[in-house]
Structures are given as C-alpha cells and as structure tokens.
C-alpha cells in the first residue's frame, strides 16, 4: 500500500491568475531621497552638452566605507548609465506617443498645446507599467504597448547605424594616423 504523501493532493479553488500589470494601480508616494545623494550631474557618464532627450536625477548611494576609488566609481558610472538609458527610452517613447498621436487627447494641456509629447511622469512613479519611461498618456495597454513595439522595432536599426557610425569613424582615424606617419 502506498504512502499517504506519494497519493497526488487535489488542489482546493483555483491557481491565482497572473498580475495584469497595466490594471494594477497602486497610489503614488514619493520616494524618500533623504538616504541618497541625489544629483542631475553626470559625472562618470558624460553626457555631450547638446544631447537631446531628458534626463533623470540620478539617486547614488552613499559610499561604503569599505569601498575603493574604482568600485565606487564604478557604482556611479553604472547608475549615470541606467538613469540615463531610461532617458533616452522615455525620449524614444514620446517620440512614438507623437507618431501615434497619444498628444491629441492628453490628459496634459502642454503636450495639446505643443502638438506632441512633451510630459513625464515623476521620476519615482512607478503606479503603472512600465513606470517613469512613458509618458503619462501612455496609461492604458492599448496605448503603451504600440509604444513598445515601436521603440523594439527601431531601437536594432538605430544600433546598427551607431556601429556603421563609429566604423567609419575609427576607419577614418585609421586613415589620418596612416598619412600622418608616412
């Protein structure tokens, strides 16, 4: 005879269904900055001055004692590049909200006003998906996710052209060091 725990057990009601992320919406409370330093300087991931796209305030942590220059370095430099890259990703996502023509019935009357998107949410608010990266008119799934599917649709054609970019670049450094020594 077998087991009492070999016997399968029935599970008793349902599996709980999974979090539909765009439907919960939880009430914003703004972050305690207080145990960050908090900076809009990019100081070991510069930025060029002219760069266009907005850019977060960048919350580091305060230094370990135990840390070295290079690993706290190190830490800044890879905030400065997460903070920034969520940046550019909100600067790519309200481009697309223009192109789709989110800025038409935005809840925001500068971005009606401008005749494209032109607002953020706050940095810390994470109430909806995917957070501070999207615009505030992108509240609903069926208006963020053609948002996204456009950014992961051109974001292989702008890398490609960066590479080709520097390639030529470095080719046309090349070239000059060439005549240079000869």
Known sequence: MADEREKPRALH?????PIDRYAVKHEYVPRDWSKYDVTDVYEYFPIPPGEPGPRFRI????????????????????????????????????????????????KIAACRRAGKCISRRLEDDWTIFPGPMMPPCCDR??????????????????????????????????????????
Do not use: N
């Open 141 to 182: 799934k069926d208006r963020t996710e053609p948002v996204r599917e456009m950014i992961r649709e051109i974001t292989p054609k702008i890398l490609a052209l960066q590479r080709r970019e520097a390639e030529e670049k470095a080719k046309a450094g090349g070239e000059a060091a060439g005549k240079a020594k000869g």
């Open 59 to 106: 919350p580091h942590h305060k230094r370990d004692p135990e840390q070295t220059d290079k690993q706290y370095e190190a830490t800044r430099r890879a905030t400065e590049q997460h903070f920034r890259a969520q940046g550019v990703y909100l600067a790519m996502s309200q481009a697309a909200a223009t192109h789709r023509g989110h800025f038409r019935d935005c």
């Open 13 to 17: 009601g349902q599996p709980t269904p």
